[in-house]
């Protein structure tokens, strides 16, 4: 296992500049996964810690080894990638053991390391079977299965769960954290999807456009977020953003309402008054804030309201199932001690 130092990391493709100075440092055994929408740049730089990708400044350091001119197969690192990547004409086992033979690894540790990756991930009865005889979730195991069996210094998987369907998704979720969990090993998870993000992480990094916006804990950044993108992207459903001006101890809102300030922003500041889903609760609309019901959503365990204040939409998550229909009156009352304020401009969130 070994620490991973991300440091001031610079790429361009052509003209295009896609890494603009990426410092980042993951601890030893931590779970770090690197978030953002698509093109921002998180699968480039993962490719850049396996050697894939060459750097074009600063410096990545795997333990205590800068390895910007390191060949991939000397860097101690395992990839699992998207595609699962499994030699077709190959056995269970023979994909994972392929490494370890190229690697001359004598015979007897190839199979007691086989058996092990074989017993954490429940292939034990698969290991004589073809990948085409294999499911989706049973693929995946196999690409982790020929990753553990390599006892690298680095886990990196390059968004591995995006061609599973949703219940799958979940239970490999489980698995993969789990399994560092037993192994300890230190991991990098590129996702764009953040739910992934929040439930396995113990550390995100949040990128847009080759730069890195907050690095924390999962509900670190989800109960301070840094700013607009942080908090509209970690979260689903996103945070609710209300545009208006600091009066005071209020905000006066661009649909003529005001709503109770978490902070005092200076008066007459344009802010985004910005409150999550579930710190919303329905009420009365003459006490709170008046809306009109577009979309009942029911789930089950959660009734999502879509609601229109003004002319923007406003979306309430309640644990409780309600009796509004489309078209109703209610009053949005916001938990004013959950609430954010931004810089309308900068987009920066404001604190006390």
């Not at 896609?18 to 953002?36: H, K, N, P, T």
């Not at 970690?234 to 005071?248: E, F, T, Y």
């Amino acid at each position: 296992m070994a620490a991973v130092v991300i440091a001031s990391v610079q790429k361009h493709f052509g003209s295009t500049h896609v890494i603009r100075g990426v410092d980042v440092s993951i601890a030893d055994g931590e779970f770090c996964v690197l978030v953002g929408p698509s093109g921002c740049g998180k699968s480039t730089l993962l490719r850049m810690i396996a050697g894939l990708e060459e750097i074009g400044g600063g410096e990545i350091r795997i333990g205590d080894r800068v390895v910007n001119r390191v060949p991939p197969k000397e860097r101690d690192v395992a990839m699992v990638f998207q595609n699962y990547a499994l030699y077709p004409h190959m056995t269970v086992r023979d994909n994972m053991s392929f490494a370890l033979m190229l690697a001359k690894t004598p015979k007897d540790e190839i199979a007691r390391k086989v058996d092990r990756a074989a017993e954490i991930l429940g292939l034990g009865v698969l290991l004589d079977r073809y990948p085409r005889q294999l499911s989706g979730g049973q693929r995946q195991r196999v690409a982790m299965g020929r990753a553990i069996v390599r006892d690298p210094q680095v886990f990196l998987f390059d968004e591995p769960l995006s061609n599973l369907d949703a219940k799958l998704r979940v239970a490999m979720r489980t698995e993969i954290r789990e399994l560092h969990q037993r192994l300890k090993t230190t991991s990098i998870y590129v996702t764009h999807d953040q739910i992934e993000a929040m439930t396995m992480a113990d550390k995100i990094v949040v990128m847009r456009d080759g730069i890195v916006e907050q690095i924390g804990a999962p509900l670190e950044l989800y109960d301070h977020p840094a700013n607009t993108f942080v908090a509209g992207f970690i979260g689903s459903p996103a945070m609710n953003m209300l545009a208006g001006v600091a009066r005071g101890p209020s905000v006066s809102l661009a649909s003529g309402t005001s709503v109770p300030a978490p902070l005092a922003a200076g008066d007459g500041r344009e802010v985004l008054y910005g409150i999550r889903p579930e710190h919303l609760a329905l009420g009365d609309p003459a006490i709170g804030l008046p809306a009109e019901v577009v979309v009942v959503e029911p789930t089950g365990a959660d009734t999502q309201v879509v609601c229109r204040v003004g002319t923007q939409d406003v979306i309430a998550m309640l644990r409780d199932r309600v009796a509004c229909r489309p078209g109703d009156r209610v009053g949005l009352m916001p938990d004013a001690s959950r609430a954010h304020l931004f810089d309308a401009g900068s987009g920066a969130r404001l604190a006390a």
